[in-house]
C-alpha cells in the first residue's frame, strides 16, 4: 500500500453509510473485486463463514422487500406504532431496497465450525461464526470505499431470516445476518458521530 500510514487511517475513517445512489449500475465485474476483498477478512479456524448473495434488480428484489417489508409491518403493528407509520416505515425499507443498483445479503454458515458436546462452547464457536462474518461484511463495506461505491448494512434480513431464505432459496445453512445495499453515492452523510475515545476504552 503506497498511502502513509495516517492517509491510509484517514481514508479508512471517511468510510460512510450510504443509503442514496444515482441511478448507474454497479458492474458484476466490480461487485466480484469487492466481494473478494471481503473474503479476505480473518476469521476463527480460517472457517470463512461468510456466504454472499448478490439480489439483481427485478422481481426477486421486490419479492425480497415486499417480504422483509411484510414481517416489518407485523413487528411495528405488535409494538403498537400507529398505522400511518408502519406504512411509512415499511414503504421507506421497501424504496431503499429496490432504489440500491445493487443488493448483498451477507449470511453465516457454522457448517464448518468445531462441533462441541456442551453449549458454552458451542455458543463461543456460534459467536466466531457471526463474528467472523461481521469482519467480511466490514471489509466489503471498506473495499466498496475504495471503489468510490457508497454502501450501507441493513440489518432487516435479521429480522426476517426464513423471509430471505424463502425467496432466495438459500442453502439451508446459510443465516441470512444482513443486507448490504450498494452503488454510486448521491448524498453527503451527516457529520461523522462518535464517542470519545475515552467513554469506549480503558486502560489497564
Ligand atoms: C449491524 C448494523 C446494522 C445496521 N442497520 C442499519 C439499518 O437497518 N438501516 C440503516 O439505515 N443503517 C443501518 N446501519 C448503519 C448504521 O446506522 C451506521 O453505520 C451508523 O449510523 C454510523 O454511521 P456511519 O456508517 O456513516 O459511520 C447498520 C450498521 C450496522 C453495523
Same mark, same amino acid.
Given at each position: 500500500?503506497?498511502?502513509?500510514?495516517?492517509?491510509?487511517?484517514?481514508?479508512?475513517?471517511?468510510?460512510?453509510?450510504?443509503?442514496?445512489?444515482?441511478?448507474?449500475?454497479?458492474?458484476?465485474?466490480?461487485?466480484?473485486?469487492?466481494?473478494?476483498?471481503?473474503?479476505?477478512?480473518?476469521?476463527?479456524?480460517?472457517?470463512?463463514?461468510?456466504?454472499?448473495?448478490?439480489?439483481?434488480?427485478?422481481?426477486?428484489?421486490?419479492?425480497?422487500?415486499?417480504?422483509?417489508a411484510g414481517e416489518f409491518q407485523r413487528d411495528l403493528r405488535a409494538d403498537g406504532v400507529k398505522e400511518s407509520d408502519v406504512e411509512g416505515r415499511a414503504s421507506r425499507a421497501v424504496d431503499r431496497l429496490l432504489s440500491a443498483p445493487a443488493a448483498v445479503i451477507?449470511?453465516?454458515?457454522?457448517?464448518?465450525?468445531?462441533?462441541?458436546?456442551?453449549?458454552?462452547?458451542?455458543?463461543?464457536?456460534?459467536?466466531?461464526?457471526?463474528?467472523?462474518?461481521?469482519?467480511?461484511?466490514?471489509? +466489503?463495506? !471498506?473495499? %466498496?470505499?475504495? /471503489?468510490?461505491?457508497?454502501?450501507?448494512?441493513?440489518?432487516? @434480513?435479521?429480522?426476517? #431470516?426464513?423471509?430471505?431464505?424463502?425467496? +432466495?432459496? !438459500?442453502? %439451508?445453512?446459510? /443465516?441470512?445476518?444482513?443486507?448490504?445495499?450498494?452503488?454510486? @453515492?448521491?448524498?453527503? #452523510?451527516?457529520?461523522?458521530?462518535?464517542?470519545?475515545?475515552?467513554?469506549?476504552?480503558?486502560?489497564?
Amino acid at each position: 500500500m503506497s498511502l502513509p500510514p495516517e492517509a491510509l487511517l484517514n481514508w479508512i475513517e471517511s468510510r460512510r453509510s450510504i443509503r442514496r445512489f444515482d441511478g448507474r449500475p454497479v458492474p458484476r465485474a466490480l461487485l466480484e473485486r469487492i466481494l473478494n476483498t471481503a473474503c479476505a477478512a480473518p476469521s476463527a479456524h480460517n472457517s470463512q463463514p461468510w456466504r454472499f448473495a448478490v439480489v439483481s434488480a427485478g422481481e426477486e428484489r421486490r419479492k425480497l422487500a415486499d417480504r422483509i417489508a411484510g414481517e416489518f409491518q407485523r413487528d411495528l403493528r405488535a409494538d403498537g406504532v400507529k398505522e400511518s407509520d408502519v406504512e411509512g416505515r415499511a414503504s421507506r425499507a421497501v424504496d431503499r431496497l429496490l432504489s440500491a443498483p445493487a443488493a448483498v445479503i451477507l449470511c453465516c454458515t457454522k457448517s464448518d465450525m468445531t462441533r462441541f458436546a456442551d453449549a458454552r462452547r458451542s455458543q463461543a464457536e456460534t459467536t466466531m461464526a457471526l463474528q467472523s462474518a461481521s469482519l467480511a461484511g466490514g471489509q +466489503l463495506l !471498506l473495499a %466498496a470505499h475504495a /471503489e468510490g461505491l457508497g454502501a450501507c448494512w441493513m440489518c432487516g @434480513p435479521l429480522f426476517a #431470516p426464513q423471509a430471505v431464505r424463502d425467496v +432466495l432459496r !438459500l442453502p %439451508a445453512d446459510w /443465516e441470512p445476518q444482513a443486507l448490504i445495499v450498494l452503488g454510486w @453515492p448521491a448524498e453527503e #452523510p451527516a457529520p461523522r458521530d462518535r464517542r470519545p475515545l475515552d467513554d469506549t476504552v480503558i486502560w489497564r
